[in-house]
């Protein structure tokens, strides 16, 4: 089976999709990393980030192995390098190249080829896997989702004006929204579930409560 879990940042899409996962005991596909990684390499060799071929290349080349909890690039731990705030800035680049796109679209496929697999993304539910069984679309208040960007970046020791998150993320949703190819919206056949007022639990509980009914009645 195939759950998709798509929606903007700080949705609590990511959080969610891990620990849904790991209930079910499917494997967890996090493609923002993917995106993330493909930056990541593209900065460590200097390469144009707007240079669409030359970032293809990179892509294609790299050697990347997704974890449930983990990413390395050719053996290299890169968990925590695809989080920093350029790493999130810069991949706006990546995610805007149509045939980087298509080239991790066809990786994600593999990746979920006879698997049990949550996913989790912008476009997972709309272009990766229009055939999944179960879709979810998530969604937050803004200001609820940039104090919740706050509060994760405190954690990790960075403090982060609010005006400033809520700024960055606005930009960050009209991009991800008005993008031609894998732009961020609901399948026809999604959930959407707003998660402002849920804890993370509850929003776990339901989502795993719809995948089980689903499982207990496919086709349905
Ligand atoms: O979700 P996360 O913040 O890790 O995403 C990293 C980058 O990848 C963002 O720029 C986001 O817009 C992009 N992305 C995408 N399609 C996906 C997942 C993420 O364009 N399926």
Redesign the pocket.
């Known amino acids: 089976m195939i759950v998709t879990i798509?929606g903007p940042?700080g949705a609590g899409?990511?959080t969610a999709a891990r620990c849904l996962a790991r209930r079910l005991g499917f494997r967890f596909l996090?493609?923002?990393?993917?995106?993330?990684a493909v930056?990541w390499v593209c900065c460590q060799a200097d390469i144009d980030l707007t240079d669409a071929n030359a970032v293809l290349d990179a892509a294609r080349g790299m050697q990347l192995d997704l974890g449930d909890d983990t990413v390395h690039v050719a053996g290299r731990d890169i968990s925590a390098a695809?989080?920093t705030p350029e790493i999130?800035r810069e991949?706006?680049h990546?995610?805007?190249n149509n045939a980087v796109?298509a080239h991790?679209i066809e990786r994600?496929r593999e990746f979920a080829r006879d698997r049990n697999v949550v996913t989790?993304?912008?476009?997972?539910g709309t272009i990766?896997f229009p055939h999944a069984e179960c879709k979810f679309y998530l969604v937050a208040d803004p200001q609820e989702r940039a104090l919740r960007r706050q509060r994760e970046l405190a954690a990790r020791g960075q403090q982060v004006a609010l005006e400033e998150l809520l700024q960055q993320q606005t930009h960050?949703d009209q991009?991800?929204a008005e993008?031609e190819f894998?732009a961020?919206r609901p399948a026809t056949d999604a959930r959407e579930i707003d998660t402002s007022n849920l804890t993370l639990e509850q929003v776990i509980d339901k989502l795993e409560r719809i995948v089980r009914e689903r499982l207990a009645n496919p086709g349905h």
């Open positions: 798509d940042a899409k990511s996090d493609t923002g990393a993917m995106y993330r930056t695809i989080r999130t991949s706006r990546v995610a805007a796109r991790l994600q989790e993304g912008r476009d997972q990766a960050r991009r991800d993008r894998g961020m």
